[in-house]
């Protein structure tokens, strides 16, 4: 497992990741997404998903906060940010450390 990093997302979005060695998984709706997620848990370090697949998935993610590794992120689709990524970096700095160093709100 040492280092892997894989993205969970649609296509497009993903295809620049796999250009950059990143292991790519393809996953069409939420369903596919938890499937993929749930298996390469076991492989990789880093995983992340595209937010439009991450915001339905929020409660099932929560279930990796409490382990080391995988460390879930999530970032934008070809579509662009909706703040979810955003949103859960903030929360989780706030969690980890009680002050919110990042954004300053």
Same mark, same amino acid.
């Given at each position: 497992?040492?280092? !892997?990093? /894989?993205?969970?997302?649609?296509? $497009? =979005?993903?295809?620049?990741?796999? /250009?950059?060695?990143?292991?790519? *998984? %393809?996953? $069409? +709706?939420?369903?596919?997404? &938890?499937?993929?997620? #749930? !298996? /390469?848990? !076991?492989? @990789? !370090?880093?995983?992340?998903?595209?937010?439009?697949?991450? #915001? %339905?998935?929020?409660?099932?993610?929560? &279930? *990796?906060?409490? $382990?080391? @590794? %995988?460390?879930?992120?999530?970032? %934008? =689709?070809? +579509?662009?940010?909706?703040?979810?990524?955003? $949103?859960?970096?903030? &929360?989780?700095?706030? #969690?980890?450390?009680?002050?919110?160093?990042? *954004? +300053? +709100?």
């Amino acid at each position: 497992m040492q280092g !892997k990093i /894989a993205i969970v997302g649609d296509g $497009e =979005s993903i295809t620049v990741f796999k /250009a950059a060695g990143v292991a790519a *998984f %393809p996953a $069409e +709706n939420e369903e596919r997404a &938890r499937e993929i997620i #749930r !298996k /390469a848990a !076991k492989d @990789y !370090k880093v995983i992340f998903i595209t937010e439009e697949l991450a #915001r %339905p998935l929020e409660t099932f993610l929560k &279930r *990796f906060d409490e $382990e080391p @590794y %995988p460390v879930i992120l999530s970032v %934008p =689709s070809k +579509n662009g940010s909706t703040g979810y990524g955003t $949103e859960t970096l903030k &929360r989780a700095m706030e #969690r980890a450390l009680g002050v919110d160093i990042l *954004f +300053n +709100n």
